[in-house]
């Protein structure tokens, strides 16, 4: 049974600090290209940041970048992938998602991954 699951969410003051676990099993996530995503209400579902199967690469949004930090633990059963995200903005509340698909290639299109969590909630107050 595939699982993915998000943690870490929470209430914070613009500024502040977050990192965002996510425990994934069920298939080889240990070599699947793992994305983070956000939705805000009324928005469409927009890219944030993935990490590849090994670790060695990542992409990240233009809006995150030099913020947000995405790694991975594989192991043996269930592969955890984090999202640090420091300095935050009001604009970065939305509910964070992590998804996964079995490629290579540093997907930004939320239509591109099959595998979701259900997502966690980050509210960043001014």
């Known amino acids: 049974q595939v699982q993915l699951v998000e943690s870490g969410g929470g209430l914070v003051q613009a500024g502040d600090s977050l990192r965002l676990s996510c425990a994934a099993s069920?298939?080889?996530?240990?070599?699947?290209?793992m994305g983070w995503f956000r939705q805000a209400p009324g928005k469409e579902r927009e890219f944030v940041a993935a990490?590849?199967?090994?670790?060695?690469?990542?992409?990240?949004a233009d809006s995150v970048k030099g913020r947000f930090t995405t790694s991975r633990d594989n192991a043996k059963n269930t592969v955890t992938v984090y999202l640090e995200m420091n300095s935050l903005k009001p604009e970065d509340t939305a509910v964070y998602y992590c998804?996964?698909?079995?490629?290579?290639?540093?997907?930004?299109?939320?239509?591109?991954?099959?595998?979701w969590g259900q997502g966690t909630q980050v509210t960043v107050s001014s």
């Open positions: 990490i590849s199967g090994s670790g060695g690469r990542t992409y990240y």
């Open positions: 998804a996964g698909r079995n490629t290579e290639q540093l997907l930004t299109s939320f239509r591109q991954y099959p595998y």
């Open positions: 069920g298939r080889a996530f240990n070599t699947y290209v």
